[in-house]
């Protein structure tokens, strides 16, 4: 799964909008999306996908919704 799928996935969840904190938290948590080193998703990869994908996300500060 790519991480745009995995943060489309979790806001359709909730059904609310998520900061970056909590949303990358909840990929984490769920190994949604887990990255080629094996680290923990930083929050700012959340911003940056979320901007390269306007198609998907409206970013308000840090709060992310689906468009």
Excluded: W
Aim: charged share 20%.
């Amino acid at each position: 799964m790519t991480l745009h799928e995995a943060m489309v996935q979790v806001l359709q969840r909730v059904g609310h909008p998520m900061t970056t904190h909590e949303l990358a938290d909840e990929i984490n948590k769920c190994r949604l999306y887990v990255r080629k080193d094996g680290l923990p998703l930083p929050y700012g990869q959340i911003s940056l996908r979320a901007y390269n994908y306007p198609q998907y996300f409206k970013m308000e500060a840090s709060v992310i919704s689906l468009a």
